[in-house]
């Protein structure tokens, strides 16, 4: 009898404990997402035979006789484009330099998550198409200056449009990505450029790859994640190191076919961050990263990489 009572007990802690404990985080969670920014959508269109939202920021500055640039940023699960607006400050970095800022929301109501496998994330690719054609009908976007960032699952999807929506998508940016999907199934029409940012001390996606607490399924290796991509992308330069702050480093591929250049930037000790933002709790994320501006770097890339006048004709 005393030792059933044992065995109860054990299972109870074992699997009721972390339960609970999770059931706590996450309403701390939600409680801070709603606190940090609360969820609000500016348009919705029909993808799919589905209502999909999306948060839209045009800056004051622009004209609709002149071409302009687009970036798409997708938050990460579990979350909405309020958050991942105010968490990146791409608006402040488009109302600098005069470009359109969309945030795609993933399906569903309240904290979202894009959908799962390879089936369900074809279907955000449709949404993310639809919602370029939307945009275009209404505003001048260029066609050659389109691009996609993420963080977290965000940044897994931004991949995703790389590989889908090669012929629309000029370049991407991944930060602490959640890379879902493995490379055999990524077929992309033309070289994309690529920019991404790790922290080694993510406890979410970890750096050297493997197991999450956030996914049955384990993730890729960072750098062998870049290392591939440089190499799908016929990089035969030489690889650049240099070092842009006391804890961080930034990793170039050069020579790329189509000038689609590779660069991951490493940052020591950094966590599940947005680097150069303001930092999120580090109990649920690890620490922030410092001297990295993720946002301005991302800018700065896709600004020098367009779409090949060839393909941006099409």
């Known amino acids: 009898m005393k030792i059933r009572k044992i065995l109860v007990g054990t299972a109870f802690v074992l699997l009721v404990v972390p339960m609970l404990l999770a059931a706590v985080a996450w309403m701390g969670f939600y409680g801070l997402l709603s606190w940090y920014a609360p969820n609000r959508t500016t348009g919705t269109i029909v993808s799919s035979g589905h209502d999909r939202e ?14 302009t640039p687009l970036v798409i940023t997708l938050h ?3 979350n909405w484009p309020a958050f991942v607006a105010k968490l990146t400050r791409w608006n402040d970095v488009a109302d600098e330099n005069g470009f359109i800022v969309a945030y795609p929301a993933a399906a569903g109501h309240g904290p979202r998550a894009w959908l799962d496998g390879k089936p369900g994330l074809l279907m955000d690719v449709r949404f993310v198409s639809d919602l370029i054609d939307t945009l275009q009908a209404s505003y001048n976007i260029d066609p050659a200056r389109i691009y996609a960032d993420g963080i977290s699952q965000g940044g897994g999807v931004a991949f995703v449009l790389a590989c889908r929506l090669s012929p629309r998508i000029a370049a ?5 990505a ?6 055999w199934w990524c077929k992309p029409e033309r070289p994309v ?13 970890l750096y050297k790859g493997g197991p999450s607490p956030v996914s049955p399924r384990d993730f890729p290796s960072i750098p062998e994640w870049s290392r591939t991509w440089a190499e799908r992308n016929r990089c035969t330069g030489k690889t ?13 591929y050069t020579g790329c076919a189509d000038n689609a250049s590779v660069v991951l930037f490493t940052l ?3 966590g599940h961050q947005w680097p150069g933002s303001e930092p999120l709790p580090e109990w649920m994320v690890g620490p922030q990263g410092r001297g990295v501006d993720a946002t301005r770097e991302i800018w700065s890339f896709f600004r020098d990489h367009p779409l090949p006048p060839a393909r941006a004709a099409r």
Request: proline share 12%; glycine share 6%.
């Open 76 to 78: 990460p699960a579990m």
């Open 54 to 67: 999306y948060l839209l920021h045009v800056p004051k500055t622009y004209d609709g006789t002149k071409p």
């Open 268 to 270: 020591e000790g950094a």
């Open 240 to 252: 650049v190191e240099t070092k842009v702050a006391p804890r961080a480093t930034r990793l170039e």
């Open 193 to 205: 450029p690529a920019i991404a940012f790790h922290g080694t001390a993510d406890p979410v996606v």
């Open 172 to 176: 991407v940016a991944t930060v602490a």
């Open 178 to 183: 959640a890379y879902e999907l493995p490379w």
